[in-house]
């Protein structure tokens, strides 16, 4: 099994920063991508960010030039430096992990609990 812990959602008002954390553990041998998605009241889950095991990052277009994905393969975690937040940004945050548990095995995509963001005007 694997678990995703997340950290660092809070309140904030808008033009603030954030700072969310996610550590990978259990039986892992390798994590191919890793990122965030929110889901919003009433909407579906979107994705945030993503960073590639070579760490590539890729972002949704809202985003862009205020969010920062980064990871550190040593403690198969993913960070997620959100600022200048705006009360869209609004959401719970998963962060996620696609794993292989053994050498050739399957890769599975793993989840975390989820973490509240709110962004106040």
């Known amino acids: 099994q694997v678990q995703l812990v997340e950290s660092g959602g809070g309140l904030v008002q808008a033009g603030g920063s954030l700072r969310l954390s996610c550590a990978a553990s259990?039986?892992?041998?390798?994590?191919?991508?890793m990122g965030w998605y929110h889901q919003a009241p009433g909407k579906q889950r979107e994705l945030v960010a993503v960073?590639?095991?070579?760490?590539?990052?890729n972002y949704a277009d809202s985003v862009k030039g205020r969010f920062t994905i980064s990871r550190d393969n040593a403690k198969n975690a993913v960070n997620l430096q959100m600022n200048i937040l705006q009360p869209e940004d609004t959401a719970v945050y998963y962060c996620?992990?696609?794993?292989?548990?053994?050498?050739?095995?399957?890769?599975?995509?793993?989840w975390g609990q989820g973490t509240q963001v709110t962004v106040s005007s």
């Open positions: 960073i590639t095991s070579g760490g590539r990052p």
């Open positions: 259990g039986s892992i041998f390798s994590i191919n991508a």
């Open positions: 996620y992990a696609t794993v292989a548990t053994m050498r050739g095995g399957p890769v599975y995509q793993y």
